[in-house]
């Protein structure tokens, strides 16, 4: 969605598309920062003169330079480095690493004298052989869990810390001067804890549960933060900074112009850019097909285009490379657990090192300090304890709003299924791969290489496909959710007597995993984006840093819940296949849902509720009576009530 406002004068400076509008901030303190500058020694630009921008500082400690080429290079390099750690570590080799040593350290559920070993020894990865040794399990806090289980159980709880953490930390990165900082403290603490994985030995398993837990933790703080960089680097950007966008509704198409900077108008008030909005934008424009009378192509949306999908292609391919040396490094040592350590090694190492580049070239660009924070005292717990309470208030403050958003909800309870879905399948089928098909490490490696290039496939594949049907995005979601649906059907048909018989399909042989990874790839490809895409067509305007946040809650919060269940299922029937009933109704729930979303009344409910939220602005400011800030507020309600009644007719 491109938001709903006129383009800037000719001989005006090119501001972000969200410029224009009124901050939010009082309303969300985002996870995407969206308004810092830094004072970095770096006068590498590719701007004019010294790369200054030559407008007022709006606020103390503000950078206006404009980006530079070491800058873009040190964020490629943030995600060149971190990105391994999602595709090798969380997309293969940090689950099986912990199914085997929990296994190295489990006993066979019937009999709880004899002690598994480890599954990946057995010679040809012969399904029958699981079958005969029986279910494994370790005995932790007086319980019996099951070894699959207990990967998902550290999955869960890692994800619960991870959306508490991302929450925490949200308003210090939007305000003051901590976003890089956090940034280098979370990547060097996540990569310093995949490294140790190498010193795990079967009798501390627990430990590899602690590591998988921070590292996954760190990873998502990680992330979180360096995507808050991108609408700075987009704002800054030479040709966000000095040239005007020549377009109409009538044409998909922006042409640059250069600007002197002289004669340049004053700069909007406030600023309100988020890395989810400039993504969202950009997987608009690529997925789904212009609406020329709802549309208006920006310079910011190409450069956020542009700089996005290349960090995108640069992360994928440095997970690729590194996946595959790490399948060499466990085939060669016949899939071992020091081999799979060693992989872990190589993924936290490969973090860490490449995270140095960041740490040079990236300039900190702080933002606003916090009004309730002590400036005198900055270092005070008092500054931390506002910041953290600041975050979740401001969430809560978005989730009331939401709750006004018939369309937003509908969409947030779909995303919520659809997002734990897309998770907990994941995991779920790496570990039936290993326990239940005895695949080796270095096959289950293959598989992950085999999604990830599906969905690199999809996310163009899909596009074309919604563009010659004419598919609108939420048709394209509900086509995407039928596709994926297949898998867990898949794997329910080896209860079919017949087909059981047969033992081929319904994911019995190990081969059967590779056309379903490239079907799940496919599918994550396509629900990535164009989810996006259609909730960012229900945001009221001017209010996308507040309702991105969150969106991500949801999406961080939701994987707790699958994984969990998952986990418990397998602990009660000792079989990881019984679960892909579960997954079966998981996938299929968010397509009812979707369906009772309309966008034209999401969108039209989302433009009166930013009126409202402007009028509460315009009270706090002054600019606006009270007395007109109730009306517009009486006058939402009353709309809505008229629509409910016309609705009831």
Known sequence: MVPRQHPPQPNQRAHSTNSTKRSTRSYSSSFEADDERSSSADHESMGPGLGYRDEPSQYEGEDTRLTSRKELMGWYAMGFSAEVFAICGLGSFIPITLEQLARENGVLKDDPTMPCGSSSHIPGGLPKSANDQGACVIHLLGMQINTASFAMYTFSLSVL????????ISCAADHGNYRKRLLLFFAFAGATATMLFLAVVPQVYLLGALLAMVSNTCFGATFVLLNSFLPLLVRHHPKAQYTSPEATPELGFTALREDPPEGLLNPPEEENTIEPTLDHLSSSSDSTPPNPSKNLTSIELQLSTQISSTGIGVGYSAGLFLQCVCIVVVYMMRSSTLSLRLALFLVGAWWFVFTFPAALWLRPRPGPPLLS???????????????????????????KLARRLKDIVLFLAAWFLLSDAIATVSGTAVLYAKTTLNMQPAALGLINVIATTAGVIGAFSWAAVSRALGLRPHQTIMACICLFEIIPLYGLLAYIPCVKNWGVIGLQQPWEMYPLGFVYGLVLGGLSSYCRSLYGELIPPGSEAAFYALYAI????????????????????GSIRPAFWFLAVLVGLPAPILYFVDVDRGREEGIKLAEVIEGRRAEESGTTTPQEARALLASDDEDEGYRERRHRA
Do not use: E
């Open 161 to 168: 810390f991870q959306a508490v953490l991302v929450v925490s």
């Open 373 to 399: 924070t002590d400036s005198h005292d900055p270092k005070s717990s008092r500054s931390w304890f506002a910041y953290f309470t600041y975050a979740w208030i401001s969430l809560w403050r978005t989730a």
């Open 554 to 573: 949801t999406d961080k919060g939701s994987s707790i819940f699958g994984p969990a269940i998952v986990g418990a299922i397998v602990d009660h029937t």
